[in-house]
């Protein structure tokens, strides 16, 4: 791949990790407020305050028990969670051979995913959710695959073309 768009694509990432990060972390904070809020205090953190452990729990509230939310409320929770990823899949595998395979792409959007909800467990930006982290993770996968599928393709064309020609 080219310098140039190589550079152009760690930008863009570096771009998209950035409002990311506003987006899951800083959403309801100002710069101050942050500052303010990173003094961490072992001994009084409620660590199991509104936090989410059990996997499927809020995915299945969304679905099918929270009929006192909007429709659009619920499905924006869970999509939203998945939409937010699919660049990181879809930028990885452009950027690093190491993440030309479904599974190194999924691992790292579940450790990009996990180091946010960590981040939103101990300084309180948020709460722990481990439905985040599986939406998240599908989010990542779901970008992956048109990546993939223009590599094989990409991939079938040039061996064609070589057979054609040799």
């Given at each position: 791949?080219?310098?140039?768009?190589?550079?152009?694509?760690?930008?863009?990432?570096?771009l998209?990790?950035?409002?990311?990060?506003?987006?899951?972390?800083?959403?309801?904070?100002?710069?101050?407020?942050?500052?303010?809020?990173?003094?961490?205090?072992?001994?009084?953190?409620?660590?199991?305050?509104?936090?989410?452990?059990?996997?499927?729990?809020?995915?299945?509230?969304?679905?099918f028990?929270?009929?006192?939310?909007n429709?659009?409320?619920?499905?924006?929770?869970?999509?939203?969670?998945?939409?937010?990823?699919?660049?990181?899949?879809?930028?990885?595998?452009?950027?690093?051979?190491?993440?030309?395979?479904?599974?190194?792409?999924?691992?790292?959007?579940?450790?990009?995913?996990?180091?946010?909800?960590?981040?939103?467990?101990i300084?309180?930006?948020?709460?722990?959710?481990?439905?985040?982290?599986?939406?998240?993770?599908?989010?990542?996968?779901?970008?992956?695959?048109?990546?993939?599928?223009?590599?094989?393709?990409?991939?079938?064309?040039?061996?064609?073309?070589?057979?054609?020609?040799?």
């Amino acid at each position: 791949m080219r310098t140039a768009v190589k550079v152009g694509l760690s930008i863009a990432l570096c771009l998209y990790l950035f409002v990311l990060s506003k987006l899951l972390l800083f959403k309801y904070f100002t710069i101050q407020q942050i500052m303010n809020h990173l003094t961490f205090n072992f001994e009084s953190y409620p660590w199991l305050g509104n936090h989410n452990f059990i996997p499927f729990k809020t995915i299945a509230y969304y679905l099918f028990l929270a009929n006192d939310i909007n429709f659009i409320i619920r499905l924006e929770n869970l999509l939203g969670n998945i939409i937010a990823f699919i660049p990181f899949g879809f930028f990885l595998p452009l950027l690093s051979k190491k993440f030309h395979s479904f599974k190194m792409v999924a691992l790292a959007t579940f450790c990009l995913s996990l180091t946010f909800e960590l981040i939103q467990l101990i300084f309180r930006f948020g709460s722990f959710d481990v439905d985040d982290l599986i939406l998240n993770t599908v989010g990542g996968m779901i970008g992956y695959i048109p990546v993939k599928v223009v590599s094989r393709y990409v991939r079938r064309r040039r061996e064609e073309q070589k057979r054609t020609l040799g």
